[in-house]
Structure formats: structure tokens, C-alpha cells
């Protein structure tokens, strides 16, 4: 089997498999020129992240089927320092996640794909979501949450907070990072805070492939 592309900047390859992995699940991914402006940077010290080196390699097995566009990590990355608002319209990071393996997704009310997700990621979090898990579902749209907060209630979207980025900030920082050229994009990260893989496009997030995966990220070797 052909070894999947390490976590890097897109080539234009990677691209347009991604976006056929994308019509397959239905929708491919939706392109999104840079805007606006960024954290500067969205990496931390990284150095406690060697171990998540080894989780994700082991959750390739897991990355299959409605997931399989999952891309693991091979380096240590630490992504606490992403910053966007929560419903109070407060700062927030990752860092206020610690403990938690997060599934952090960014998406648009105007993103099509990222529409027809959403439900799927609340029906995640409705059923997974604990102590130990939830789904961090980022809005990027600009203006005020109006847009989001009625999507949301028209499409009972009931169990993800609202959490939103009107800058586009993150995106872009991801996009500096080599881990975003679309939405949705997903992130998986873990307890601490070290990214174990990326996602550009769609998937069935109540799926029982990516149930499974989120429970092999829950579990980290040796635990």
C-alpha cells in the first residue's frame, strides 16, 4: 500500500486527491484564499509532543474508510496556541481544552460542505462528548454570530458550543502551517495539546469508522 503524504505544505496533488476524497464523501473540500490576519503563529514548544509521534502512527489502522483522508503526524507539533472566542465572545485556546482529546473543526455558513457536516459533528459530540473528548466546531465567518447562531438552531445543531474566529485568523495560521487550503479542515489533537493528524474536506463524523478513530485517540499507547 502507498505510504499516505506526511503533514506539509499542499502540493497540488495532494489537492486533488483531496478534493475526490471530498466528491466521494460527497462534497469536496471548499477552497479559501487568505484573508485578514493571523495569531503569527499557531505552534508551541513541541517538545512534550514526541510520544504523540508514535499515537498517531498507530491510529493509521483507524484512518480508514469514512476517515481515511485523516493524514498522520511524523513530527511533534504542539497547536495550544490556536486563539479563538467563545459564546461570551471571550478569548479562548486550546490550552483551556487540556486533558481532552479534541476534534477541532473550522467551517462557514457559506461553505457548503461544511453544512451538510455539521449535524454529523453534533451527533458526535451528542454521543462521545466527555470529560475526555469533544468537538471544538471554530466558525470562521466574518460580521457578527447572528449567521452561525441561526444555522445552528435551524439545523439542531444542540450539543457543539459556539465558538467563532470572524478574523479568519486561525485558518489563516493553519494555512502558514501547511495544514489548511480548504474547509472544513479537522484537526485531531490529543490530552496535551500535540496534534496527531489533519483533515482537509468532509466526513461522516458519526460514522462508525470515526467513532472508532476517536477512541483509539482517547486511548494513547502505554496508557
Known sequence: MTEK???GLPSAKLIAIAAI???IAGAAAVYVKETGYGNATVSADASECAP????AQSLKTLTKGEVAAMTAVTEPRKLTNIIFKDARDADTSLKDFAGKTVLLNLWATWCVPCREEMPALNALEKEMGDDHFQVVAVNIDTGGADKPKAFMTETGVDSLGLYRDSSMGVFNDL???GLAF????TLLVNEKGCLL??????AEWDSDDAKALIEGAKSPPNS
Open 21 to 23: 476524497a471530498g466528491i
Open 197 to 202: 493528524g489533519s483533515m482537509n474536506g468532509p
Open 5 to 7: 503524504r506526511t503533514l
Open 182 to 185: 480548504g474547509l472544513p479542515v
Open 52 to 55: 504523540s509521534v508514535e499515537q
Open 175 to 177: 494555512k502558514k502551517e
